[in-house]
């Protein structure tokens, strides 16, 4: 947990982890890859400054935030991250830009700054899992990818306590010809820990609660339906409040096959709540995402 990487090391949309950034998330957890798993112990013990590792897999999940149907794809995966000496952890991963240093890495506590991008959704075609959106959604607009730059840290009481704070570089309009919305332009804050468990020598469990919190320019971009888009989509208008935007649980799992390679999977169960949970466009409140790949260390 002492570097900015170790957070999310797989896949997840920015809105969640890292999105959540991902930021998400993403977004997230997302955040990047947004699925958070334990590090096994030994990796400490190795003195390289280095921490490169790629890997690939399969997700699934739903086309866009609050959609009942899933969309599944490979999910590639690309993470470095060298240690300095004195000046900090600078690590590369993920989805968008996924850069990130963390000026205090330490075991016991760490904070960083991070630089991501939203994946924004589409409303004229169905979502991937590159690209959230659905046909559904047709007439709302498209929300295009807005840069994320943000606040992260953790301190550990038994289990890490971590909180990232990102802030969007849109500012949640339209445009009065293309009707494209410029970016979310808000705030995301996440809370959230992970649990290790370690089975055997060669398999480990991993619990990571998590808690999300948007402004009303996150919320409203996202499940907010102006009067425009309610007389090109056929939505009620509808206006989305800051609040609790989410409460989900990722359960990981990694199975060391040999000291390089490694078998990977988790399941993240988020459930929209508030007035995320409230929008119009929202079909199914329960947000389930499930991942299986592997991964390759250098």
């Known amino acids: 947990m002492h570097s900015r990487l170790n957070l999310s090391l797989n896949i997840s949309r920015p809105s969640m982890r890292f999105e959540k950034s991902q930021s998400a998330m993403a977004i997230m957890l997302l955040a990047c890859s947004g699925i958070a798993l334990a590090q096994s112990t030994d990796k400490k013990k190795d003195q390289s400054p280095w921490e490169v590792s790629i890997g690939a897999g399969v997700v699934s999940a739903p086309e866009y935030e609050g959609a009942k149907k899933s969309v599944t794809g490979f999910a590639p995966s690309v993470n470095v991250s060298y240690k300095t000496n004195g000046y900090g952890t600078f690590s590369v991963g993920g989805k968008g830009l996924g850069l990130a240093w963390t000026a205090i890495d330490k075991d016991e506590y760490s904070i960083g ?3 991501g991008q939203s994946a924004g959704r589409v409303d004229n075609k169905d979502g991937t899992t590159l690209r959230p959106g659905s046909k559904r959604l047709k007439g709302m607009g498209e929300i295009k990818s807005a840069t994320e730059l943000g606040v992260f840290g953790h301190y550990t009481v038994g289990v890490p306590i971590m909180l990232e704070w990102v802030k969007g570089s849109g500012d949640g309009k339209a445009d009065a010809v293309t009707r494209k919305i410029n ?6 804050f996440t809370l959230s820990t992970e649990i290790p468990w370690q ?7 991993s619990f990571a609660p998590n808690i ?10 996202y499940f907010g339906v102006t009067s425009v888009q309610s007389a090109n989509s056929g939505f009620k208008a ?6 609790i935007k989410s409460v989900g649980l990722t359960i990981g799992a990694d199975y060391k096959i040999t000291p390089q390679w490694s078998a990977n999977a988790s399941i993240s169960l988020d459930q929209l709540r508030g007035d995320a949970a409230k929008s119009p466009l929202v079909q199914k409140k329960s947000q389930n995402t499930f991942y299986v790949g592997a991964n390759y260390t250098f």
């Not at 970016?183 to 995301?188: A, E, F, Q």
């Not at 509808?238 to 609040?243: E, L, N, P, S």
């Open 113 to 115: 700054l991070s630089l």
């Open 183 to 188: 970016g979310h332009g808000g705030s995301r």
């Open 199 to 205: 089975v055997s020598g060669d398999l480990t469990l």
């Open 212 to 221: 999300v919190w948007a402004d009303k320019k996150y919320n409203q971009t």
């Open 238 to 243: 509808y206006t989305a409040r800051q609040g």
